[in-house]
């Protein structure tokens, strides 16, 4: 079995409201710990990436570790609405700095809970989550289809690596891996800041095909040809694994990152295209990366990457 923190169902509790009895229930009613033995009927399993390794190998302010926790206590008093049930599968830590074994204990994680029928919605955690949830979803597909990266992020990601992984290198490594095992590389990156990547990583973006939009063009007015642009990206794919970077977000609604962006995608503009990604019905996993506890004001973050949680799971 991978080695995994045992689940702390503490950070499960909030407020009651017996008098509206069944339909005043919140998350903290309904969250259930993920039974290791299996058997548990499919629905969301909770996955935390305590992680920011790959933050401080990036150079950037590391804090993202907490982020499971945080949002966790958010979401925990947040109305219930979801018609299935949800798990809370504990987390991955990687507090000796090896993050290749981190990825590695992610990825068995992720393909043990697909194997089980759950959806996997990890909380990282740095942007290097990615690398570990995708290779969940690699190893549970075992080549069975063509997998899709729909990537919300004011940044490529698309950095080589060298000597070591960080948090802007997961979608090159996936892209090697791709190439390693001769399947096709399908990413979109949408909310790209033209400031925030070098011409080096346009260029290699474009060498790798991968479709990608601009922020200042990810408007409310732009919606459906963004829409639109996404069909024929999901038409393309067989499956599809959607990462969100909380810094996409406008710095006045995401403070608490640790690359605030200085003009960001609203959510009047993410959130339909969650909807739509969703609706395609070939979402099989995603993960929230970037937030950063010790960096956000008032839980205006935590709140947020909570509605999002609530938006990927309704």
Request: glycine fraction near 10%; charged fraction near 20%; hydrophobic fraction near 45%.
């Amino acid at each position: 079995m991978d080695k995994f923190n045992p689940v702390d169902m503490s950070v499960w509790q909030g407020r009651q409201d017996p008098e509206d009895g069944e339909l005043a229930l919140r998350w903290h009613d309904k969250v259930q710990p993920w039974p290791q033995a299996g058997s548990a009927a499919p629905g969301v399993a909770l996955v935390g990436f305590a992680c920011d390794e790959g933050v401080r190998r990036n150079k950037g302010r590391v804090g993202a570790a907490g982020a499971p926790l945080a949002i966790r206590k958010l979401l925990a008093n947040s109305a219930w609405h979801l018609g299935r049930p949800v798990y809370d599968s504990g987390d991955v830590n990687c507090e000796d700095g090896d993050l290749d074994a981190a990825h590695g204990r992610l990825a068995e994680r992720v393909a043990r809970l697909l194997d089980e029928g759950h959806f996997p919605l990890v909380l990282g955690g740095g942007h290097e989550v990615a690398f570990g949830s995708w290779s969940g979803l690699n190893l549970h597909l075992a080549g069975r289809g063509r997998i899709g990266i729909i990537n919300f992020d004011a940044h490529f990601d698309l950095r080589m690596k060298l000597e070591q992984a960080s948090s802007g290198t997961p979608f090159f490594q996936i892209a090697e891996q791709c190439a390693a095992q001769g399947t096709p590389f399908t990413y979109a990156c949408l909310g790209v800041a033209e400031t925030a990547n070098t011409r080096a990583l346009f260029a290699r973006a474009e060498a790798l095909w991968v479709w990608h939009v601009l922020d200042e063009a990810m408007t409310p007015a732009e919606l459906p040809a963004l829409l639109s642009g996404l069909d024929a990206f999901i038409a393309r794919c067989d499956h599809l694994y959607l990462t969100i970077d909380l810094d996409v977000l406008p710095a006045a609604v995401m403070p608490g990152v640790s690359a605030p962006a200085a003009r960001g995608v609203e959510l009047a503009v993410i959130e339909p295209l969650i909807a739509h990604i969703r609706a395609s019905g070939k979402l099989r996993l995603a993960d929230l990366a970037e937030y950063n506890p010790s960096l956000d004001q008032d839980n205006r973050s935590a709140r947020v990457a909570a509605r999002l949680v609530h938006q990927l799971t309704k």
